[in-house]
């Protein structure tokens, strides 16, 4: 595949996303294209990442004295004690705001990073690979930061977008078929947020798609990425139009919190059952079109994504659900906000709906 450069701009930050393979090889050149420089760097890697992969990061990273962090990426460690962690690494070497942090990893680990470099001297460069499909189409796009509390998911955070992304797609080869589903369940809510036709070449191809076979996987984190960098451009800091990209989210980071963020569901398989739940509730409320929602449902099935919530959860712990909902960051006064579907490509932002309802819903869903 030929790279891709998209080019993002928002109020605070104009950076490229380069999309392609090995591309861990070519970073100096990278850089060098773009007009990046700096003398030091710190590596925060997700400890999962292939050593050999590092290695050749830190060869093509010619003349810079490299520093690293080994970050066990989970949610769990997702957490602000992770960040001192990077902060006192930084203040020990001496970093300026004129060097640069590099987050190589998940969803997670860019999360981590991300917001520790924000926080150092009220802004460190920050340059982003992302090693996991799910971050490649989503979380390395826009420039959301942030950590987990007991309250809930990503209650502390900035937004602060990084200067360069960099999306090698060798990584994804050294994924386990989970990470893949994950990162599919984004590309789908992409589509159903924004385009209609996007959602049917999507249908179409999907097996090839989780297959990783070329060029259908490219195109699909290109159109992916393309969709999102529109949004983000229009509405950097989630006033409106932004908040379509929460489709599935309100209930998914409930799912998280309420199981303690447990391994047993990870941050994609929560958001696919998030958007399952959230077309129920669009289909109990005669909001969406009963053969846009067939599709969809029977599109889940056959592509085998996560679609059971009663696997993971009782109808007792409707309740549980519920406060963490309740804490979601997008909501106003006592209602719990939702974004919502009518049909493939027209989402709906700032339904408000009361925890009675909401309990209700939930309560039905772990009965049937």
Not at 147 to 167: A, E, W
Not at 327 to 356: A, T
Request: hydrophobic fraction near 35%; proline fraction near 2%; charge should be positive.
């Amino acid at each position: 595949m030929k790279h891709i450069k998209l080019n993002i701009k928002t109020k605070t930050q104009n950076y490229s996303m380069i999309i392609g393979s090995d591309l861990t090889k070519k970073i100096s050149k990278i850089l060098f294209s773009n007009s990046l420089i700096f003398k030091n760097c710190l590596l925060v890697v997700d400890s999962k990442i292939p050593k050999r992969k590092i290695l050749e990061i830190k060869k093509s990273l010619k003349n810079k004295k490299i520093f690293s962090f080994l970050l066990k990426a989970k949610e769990n460690n997702k957490n602000i004690k992770s960040v001192d962690k990077i902060l006192k690494i930084l203040l020990e070497k001496n970093f300026s705001r004129e060097d640069c942090l590099i987050s190589i990893g998940g969803g997670i680990t860019g999360d981590i990073a991300g917001f520790a470099a924000s926080q150092f001297k009220r802004g460190l460069k920050f340059i982003n690979i992302p090693t996991t499909l799910l971050a490649q189409v989503d979380s390395s796009v826009g420039g959301k930061t942030g950590v987990n509390t007991k309250y809930g998911k990503n209650l502390i955070g900035s937004f602060y977008q990084p200067n360069l992304v960099i999306s090698d797609i060798e990584f994804l080869k050294t994924l386990p078929k989970r990470e893949i589903i994950c990162g599919y369940g984004e590309i789908l809510k992409h589509s159903l947020i924004a385009n209609r036709k996007f959602y049917y070449y999507l249908t179409k191809n999907c097996k090839k798609i989780l297959q990783l076979s070329t060029p259908y996987i490219d195109n699909s984190i290109y159109e992916s990425c393309k969709i999102k960098k529109e949004i983000v451009e229009k509405d950097e800091r989630e006033n409106g139009l932004r908040k379509i990209l929460n489709f599935g989210h309100t209930f998914a980071h409930a799912y998280e919190a309420s199981l303690n963020y447990s391994r047993k569901l990870n941050h994609g398989e929560a958001v696919i059952l998030g958007m399952n739940t959230a077309l129920n509730f669009c289909f109990d409320n005669k909001l969406i079109k009963k053969r846009d929602y067939k599709s969809i449902m029977n599109h889940i099935i056959d592509t085998k994504l996560p679609s059971s919530l009663k696997k993971f959860f009782k109808k007792k712990d409707a309740h549980k659900i519920l406060s963490f909902m309740l804490s979601d960051k997008k909501n106003r006064s006592n209602k719990i906000s939702l974004v919502l579907l009518k049909k493939i490509g027209n989402p709906v932002i700032n339904k408000e709906y009361s925890k009675h309802k909401i309990l209700k819903f939930l309560k039905k869903e772990l009965s049937n």
